[in-house]
C-alpha cells in the first residue's frame, strides 16, 4: 500500500465549479499535512497547510480527519488558473521530518 | 538569492558517466531535501539533511546516489555510473523546521536529468 494515495483524476469541471479531492495516508503517526500545486513541467509549490481544525484559505478550504486518515481539499469557484495537478503530502513519520508526496490528481478547469 | 537555486537546469549524459547536480538552498533554511520525479510519476524522496545532524539516506535507490551538504548550506547530489532508468527531474528543497513541525518546502526548478 503506497504510503499517500490520491484519485489521479483527471477531474474536468466547468468554470465556477467546486471540486472536492481526498487523500488517504496510510502512517497514524504523520504529524504534518499540505496540499502542493504542480503545474506542467514546473516545481511543487505550497497551496497550503492542513491543521486539525480545518482551515481556509479564500476559495480552498481544507480538512483533516486523523481518525480515517485521511486529508480533503475543497475548492470552490473554480478558474481556469486553477488547472494543475495537487499534491497530497505528509511527514513520514515520528523523527522522521522528510515528506512523502502522493502522485497527484490533475485539475482541468474548462471554459 | 530569494529562492532555492538548482543547477545545472539540464544535463544529458551519457550511460556510464558520473553526474554532480547543486543545490543552493534559502539562506537561514536549516533543511534540505532531495527528490526526484520521473516523467508522469509523483516525488520519490531521496535524502534529507538537517543542520549538522546524520543524513536521512533512506532514500537512496542504489550505492550509485550519494550526497553531501557543505558548511550546512549548498548540497550536491552525485551520481556515479548512471543508467537510463536515472533519468528524471531531480528537485531540491529547503525548509525551516521547528519542533516536530515542517513549515513546507520550498523548492527549486530542478535539473532535467537525461541518460542517453
Known amino acids: 500500500r503506497k504510503e499517500v494515495e490520491q484519485d489521479p483524476g483527471p477531474f474536468n469541471v466547468p468554470e465556477g465549479a467546486t471540486v472536492a479531492f481526498n487523500c488517504t495516508y496510510s502512517n497514524s503517526a504523520s504529524q504534518s499535512f499540505f496540499w502542493y500545486r504542480q503545474d506542467c513541467r514546473k516545481e511543487p509549490k505550497l497551496l497550503m497547510s492542513?491543521?486539525?481544525s480545518g482551515n481556509e484559505d479564500g476559495r480552498f478550504t481544507a480538512q483533516l480527519n486523523r481518525a480515517s486518515q485521511y486529508i480533503s481539499l475543497l475548492i470552490r469557484d473554480s478558474k481556469l488558473s486553477d488547472s494543475a495537478t495537487y499534491l497530497c503530502?505528509?511527514?513520514?513519520?515520528?523523527?522522521?521530518?522528510?515528506?512523502?508526496f502522493g502522485s497527484g490528481t490533475r485539475l482541468q478547469v474548462q471554459p | 538569492g530569494a529562492g532555492v537555486s538548482q543547477s545545472p537546469s539540464n544535463k544529458v549524459t551519457e550511460k556510464g558517466k558520473d553526474v554532480e547536480l547543486r543545490c543552493d538552498p534559502i539562506?537561514?533554511?536549516?533543511?534540505l531535501y532531495w527528490y526526484r520525479q520521473s516523467l508522469g510519476q509523483g516525488l520519490e524522496f531521496l535524502i534529507y539533511?538537517?543542520?549538522?545532524?546524520?543524513?536521512?539516506k533512506s532514500g537512496l535507490p542504489s550505492d550509485r546516489f550519494s550526497a553531501e551538504r557543505t558548511g550546512g548550506s549548498v548540497s550536491t547530489l552525485t551520481i556515479q555510473r548512471t543508467q537510463q532508468e536515472d533519468s528524471a527531474v531531480y528537485l531540491c528543497?529547503?525548509?525551516?523546521?521547528?519542533?516536530?513541525?515542517?513549515?513546507?518546502?520550498?523548492f527549486g526548478s530542478g535539473t532535467r536529468l537525461t541518460v542517453v
Open positions: 539562506s537561514g533554511h536549516t533543511a
Open positions: 528543497a529547503s525548509s525551516t523546521t521547528t519542533g516536530r513541525l515542517n513549515y513546507g518546502y520550498t
Open positions: 492542513v491543521y486539525s
Open positions: 503530502v505528509v511527514n513520514r513519520g515520528t523523527g522522521r521530518r522528510a515528506l512523502t
Open positions: 539533511f538537517q543542520g549538522n545532524s546524520a543524513p536521512d
